[in-house]
């Protein structure tokens, strides 16, 4: 069992060992530091600005420390700043929000520095990994299908459009959720896909938005880490817009429908409560609507009465559990069948995160 | 006339020479050191003013890139390994820049280099080690080299602009790295981050001995000493220079100006890929997207402020190191954005560029006297 006490007393112990010269800050006893660490800036109204709400409510909480480091690339830079938070801050949990720091940045780190827990983000965990390391994520493909509903409602030329970075299982399954959604509503609407080879191209995301718009595309959503250009353009086209990562409907007022959100705070309020009440943090978390570590934008103005009606009973029949999208039949946009008909993968299912399909209805190809 | 006739160089004993000025060689070194430090503490003195306006406080500011880069052995380890891919990217912009090319695709010949290494390891699985290491570094030498050799063919035997050129294949050599990464080498079980197979934990790079920083380090210093003795200590360079200094009279002269730009780029490129090769064995351990973190355009900078000086390569990306190493502390304890690093960068980078005009202005530099 550890205790905070414990924790934060080996921290610095181990801290003391590895420093030879000066510069480590003593532990103090009554607080516990927090080390936060993102690949992008703070407010890119995207995945970082998710994670960096959630730590910014958690810096109110008492006896909580928490810095924090922005722009850190997935290189050997980021064990270098672990280290730093761990030496120079001396923080004892640490969150590396980024997919990539996982392997083998954070697990190397994590074997240097036994007494220190790390949390990443990415749902990458086993029981191989050493036990001071775990991982959370959030079933985000459940809001997506909520948002290809509200699509579906919205769209007049019932054809969508979606940007996104790599054809990797993660993003197929938010554009096949979104196409199934929209579907439900109208199955003669198509998603036309275009991606844009890696996560934060902004010249290349406006570009696609803008294609998208030329092509008669009336409502867009995206998988970018930061999802404002493509929010922002498809309000300058007069387009409809569905948010994801974190709220956006700052930025597009007029066309801005709802939004699958990042509800970080649930998770990182459940490992400080553990932290600071002595328990072991949990390895391996996950959760989807129902656990509350995903929610959904409020509506914006052009969500009819009965899309809303609509999407509030889906979302109830989420709440429940048990709901699945990808479900079949289910056929390929080359019209090969992919999931047979009695089987259905609800959103905990294993087969869900090797996903190298787009479904049908979908335009475009993975290669 | 006397060395002495100079005002100035009363001041300088060494200068009482006789006819001949022997001390210039050492007051030119002098120059090379002083101009830039100068630089250096202009551009500290305007960043101040720049924390100032935004209310913060420069010497606490100054106080935390100290303990950030320097003022333990932790943050000098983090310097020093922030440092060590950016000593043989820069390599491949000084290099070519002696005959007077402005090479900036470096960043495709690392991640070229990167990959070619990473796919080398892979049929020599269980093979002694080293020599799969050995094996490695040929891949990503032979790589990077040709990556940048195009440009110089480009150049020699087409006249096509070699700055652009470069630029240009070094998008197309990351398109090319992200298709086959992502494509026909990728790992099937590396889902979410495309990747290719791992090299082996046995294959891997170990550090230096007491230390944990990664032999790139060691190689980038070995690599610029050996750059600056081929530039001047040899007569290749001294041609290569000649080429630089003035290309009709190279020709003039019947220096083979084409096989030296070729050679100068191919060797440049060498040390990229080199360096791309050292990041898969050591640090990543596979190739994927982490190798394309811009050490390839940090190279550009770093080469620029060394003014090509191969030596001088090694205290510029020693101080970049510092700077980024420095940069997480100031964000995390003086509240300040990431950005704010990179003003620092660009007030330094901005008052060294400038410096460049000072050299030859300041007399007691100069020669004096001798015939």
């Keep these: 069992m550890l205790s905070r006490r414990s924790l934060l007393s080996g921290a610095a112990a181990g801290g003391a060992a590895l420093t030879l010269g000066g510069g480590l800050r003593p532990a103090q006893a009554a607080t516990l530091t927090i080390g936060f660490i993102y690949v992008g800036p703070k407010d890119d109204y995207g995945y970082n600005q998710a994670h960096a709400e959630a730590a910014a409510m958690l810096k109110k909480m008492p006896g909580v420390k928490i810095v924090e480091e922005e722009k850190v690339p997935e290189t050997d830079d980021v064990e270098k700043t672990m280290e730093s938070m761990i030496q120079l801050d001396g923080a004892s949990l640490l969150f590396p929000t980024s997919f990539g720091y996982f392997d083998p940045y954070m697990l190397r780190t994590a074997k240097k520095y036994k007494k220190v827990q790390f949390r990443h983000c990415g749902g990458l965990w086993t029981d191989k990994d050493p036990m001071n390391t775990g991982s959370y994520f959030g079933y985000i493909g459940m809001g997506m299908y909520l948002n290809g509903i509200a699509a579906g409602y919205a769209s007049k030329s019932k054809k969508l459009g979606f940007v996104a970075a790599k054809p990797i299982p993660q993003v197929l399954l938010n554009i096949n959720s979104f196409t199934l959604g929209a579907r439900s509503v109208n199955p003669g609407i198509t998603t036309q896909v275009i991606f844009t080879g890696d996560w934060s191209m902004p010249v290349k995301e406006a570009e696609a938005t803008n294609s998208l718009a030329d092509q008669g595309v009336d409502v867009v959503t995206m998988h970018v880490d930061g999802p404002k250009v493509v929010v922002e353009t498809a309000e300058r086209r007069g387009m409809y817009v569905c948010g994801y990562h974190a709220n956006q409907a700052a930025l597009a007022p007029k066309g801005y429908l709802t939004g699958a959100e990042w509800n970080w705070i649930t998770v990182y309020k459940m490992f400080l409560a553990d932290a600071q009440g002595g328990k072991a943090l949990p390895n391996f978390v996950r959760g989807g609507l129902a656990e509350g570590f995903v929610k959904m934008s409020p509506y914006g103005p052009a969500v009819s009465a009965e899309a809303r009606k609509h999407i509030d009973a889906i979302k109830a029949e989420m709440m429940k559990g048990g709901f699945a999208v990808i479900k079949g039949p289910l056929k390929d946009n080359k019209g090969a069948l992919v999931v047979p008909a009695g089987t259905a993968y609800p959103e905990t299912a294993i087969q869900l995160e090797s996903m190298n399909y787009l479904t049908e209805g979908v335009l475009g190809s993975i290669s | ?371």
């Excluded at chain 2, 490129?269 to 973190?293: D, K, P, W």
């Design chain 2, 1 to 371: 006339m006397s060395a002495t006739a100079n005002s100035k160089a009363t001041a300088a004993p060494a200068a009482v020479a006789g006819a001949v000025d022997r001390s210039y060689p050492a007051r030119r070194t002098l120059e090379a050191v002083a101009a830039p430090l100068a630089a250096l503490l202009l551009a500290t003195a305007a960043f101040a003013l720049f924390l100032l306006a935004l209310g913060k406080s420069p010497a606490d500011f100054f106080d935390l890139v100290w303990q950030g880069a320097f003022g333990s052995w932790f943050s000098l380890q983090n310097t020093l390994q922030r440092a060590a891919p950016l000593l043989l990217t820069a390599l491949c912009v000084a290099i070519p820049a002696q005959l007077g090319l402005v090479i900036i695709g470096g960043e495709g010949a690392f991640v070229l280099g990167g990959l070619a290494a990473a796919v080398a390891a892979l049929p020599l699985d269980g093979v002694w080690p080293p020599l799969v290491q050995l094996v490695m570094a040929a891949a990503g030498i032979a790589a990077g080299g040709a990556w940048i050799a195009l440009t110089g063919l480009l150049r020699a035997r087409r006249g096509v602009n070699e700055t652009v050129a470069s630029l240009v294949l070094a998008y197309i050599g990351i398109a090319l790295f992200n298709h086959l990464v992502e494509g026909p080498l990728r790992d099937p079980s590396s889902l979410n981050k495309p990747s290719t197979w791992g090299i082996g934990d046995a294959n891997m790079l170990g550090p230096l001995p007491g230390t944990d920083l990664h032999p790139g380090l060691l190689v980038g210093v070995i690599a610029c000493l050996l750059c600056w003795l081929l530039i001047y200590r040899t007569a290749t360079g001294f041609a290569a220079r000649v080429t630089g200094g003035n290309l009709r009279a190279a020709q003039l002269q019947g220096l083979p100006v084409g096989r030296l730009i070729i050679a100068a780029c191919a060797l440049g490129g060498a040390f990229a890929g080199l360096g791309g090769m050292i990041e898969v064995a050591a640090v990543h351990g596979r190739a994927n997207a982490s190798l394309i973190a811009g050490y390839g355009y940090a190279g550009i900078l770093i080469a620029f402020l060394a003014r090509h000086n191969p030596l001088a390569i090694i205290p510029m990306a020693v101080l970049l190191g510092g700077i980024g190493a420095a940069g997480g502390l100031l964000q995390r304890r003086l509240g300040l954005p990431d950005a704010t690093v990179v003003v620092l960068q660009g007030f330094i980078f901005v008052a060294i560029l400038a410096s460049e005009t000072l050299y030859g202005r300041i007399a007691w530099f100069q020669p004096r006297g001798g015939r």
